[in-house]
Structures are given as C-alpha cells and as structure tokens.
C-alpha cells in the first residue's frame, strides 16, 4: 500500500470517528507517518478535494490546523461519479441499462429511474433531430444525476 493510501485511510478513518469532520495538523500527521508535510497536502488535494465531496479548511501558523468537512456521502459520490462517467453522448439503451444498474444498487429509487428513463427516451425527445439527441440526452442524464445527488 502507498504512503498516500496509509494517509489517506488515517483521514477517512478520523472523518468517520469524527461525525464527518477531522481536524488535524499538518506537522503532527507529517511526524507520525515519517513523512515531509508536502506529502500531507498531496493526499487532501488529491483525495479530499470538494469534488470528492469535502470542504477543506486550513489556517497557517504555529497553532495551524485543516479542518475536512464531508459535505456529499457515499451514494452522493457514487452518482457524481456516474454523472461525470456519462461521455459526451448516451443512446436510448445504454441510459436504460445505466438507470437500471443505478437502481439496482440503490442509488435511485425506483421513481426517480422511472422519471430518468422518461426524460431520456426517443419519445421525450422526438421534437429533436435525430443526430442531436444522443448529446441532448447525455446532458440531460448528467443533470438529472447531479441534481439527485445534491
């Protein structure tokens, strides 16, 4: 396991103690990992960034400290990730397959796929050509995605 990975767990691991927040100090966790405090900021810009789903807060200084604030949960994540793996366009077929997988694992509930799958069929989108709809549709799966997730 990398040295991120370690630093990384030891956060999540005091975020969850925490209720979701954990405050540390940059040096302090530098020492107990052995490692430079660089490294330290490597890990909560990479992996604790708000497109990660948390709030980072730091004041610098003697008595210095990084709050990290999980604002989005596991199954928020999970849609955002799946909004952002939706490409530039979605047939009618895949987004079905997609809804029905994200139902499956209980990241929607069977209403709010039902909507999704109507919202992006042919038949919703029949006042648009033909050879815009795959694009109009894939914006439209993101959307409806990112605004359950949030």
Known sequence: MKMSDV???FIGEMLSAG???AELQRKSLADRFDCV???INYVIETRFSPDNGYLVESQRGGGGFIRIIRVMGDKQRTLVEAAR??????????A???????VSAELLSPT???????ACSDGA???VDPADRDRLRAS??????????T
């Open 7 to 9: 630093i990384a767990d």
């Open 19 to 21: 209720g979701g927040v």
């Open 37 to 39: 405090p660089s490294q």
């Open 85 to 94: 793996g939706v490409g530039g366009a979605l047939t009618q077929n895949s």
């Open 96 to 102: 079905a397959k997609l809804t029905r997988a994200l």
């Open 112 to 118: 709010e796929g039902q909507l999704l799958l109507s």
């Open 125 to 127: 989108l029949q006042e």
């Open 140 to 149: 439209i799966f993101r959307c409806a995605i990112l605004g359950i997730a």
